[in-house]
């Protein structure tokens, strides 16, 4: 008898963890939108203080954030509907990850309090975090999230129009991988040959196209979503990491 009541007691106040755990966290699962920094305009437009890792690729290659953190409206990783695209390993903390996720961090550890906070859209074809979009007011200016050399500069064409530019960038750490840089404008700091430092070297600023697309950042922010967006592609020539 005295075990049955001691089960039972184990078992009410598991219950009462779980729901415990719905009410104090239900709302990190909510994918709805955000309010943007109402200061993010204001905010000092200079590259990120301190530089931070904002994904990992491979295990052996960081990309840092490419833009100040108090310019940062949202960081949302998604598909890209390419079969190469490179999968990466978000740092931080995910916003809206599911409730078990969320419940199995409460009970055994594990996620991160540190680095940026970044949603996950489930939309799209492929792996769910094969591009990630970081959230900004136009003008802001953008750094390479790596040390490497700028391979590639090309017009970013939307409705047959050159909006911006694209800059591909082949890492120091991993040759084997193109970084690309997309949502530049067209007025870049760098060109094909141009060695860059990571979170040093102005690559160009956020190009604003809230006219042109309806964006992927829009749903987690209260603005018009605009962004720089960073994808990772093996090099021509070179083996698929993953």
Known sequence: MRRLVVAGALVAAALMLVVTWQRSGSSAADTRGIAAAPTAELAPNGPPDPPETLATVGGSLGLDL???????????????????????SPAGKQQNAGFLA??????????????????????????????????????????????????????????????????????????????????????????????VERSVTKLGTVVDLSRMLDQTVAN??????????LQVEPAPGASPLL
Do not use: C
């Open 102 to 195: 969320r419940l199995g961090e409460r009970l055994f550890g594990g996620g991160s309090d540190s680095g940026p906070r970044y949603y996950i859209d489930g939309a799209g074809d492929g792996p769910d975090t094969g591009s990630v979009d970081v959230g900004a007011p136009a003008g802001t200016n953008v750094y390479a999230p790596v040390d490497g050399v700028v391979t590639s500069v090309q017009p970013y064409v939307l409705n047959g129009t050159v909006q911006g530019s694209i800059v591909q960038i082949r890492p120091s750490d991993l040759a084997a991988v193109i970084v690309t840089v997309g949502n530049l404008g067209r007025h870049l700091n760098v060109d094909v040959g141009s060695p």
């Open 220 to 229: 987690y922010t209260s603005d018009a979503g605009n962004h720089v967006s």
């Open 66 to 88: 490419p833009i100040s953190q108090q310019r940062v409206t949202a960081i949302v990783y998604h598909a890209t509907g390419s079969s190469d695209a490179i999968p990466l």
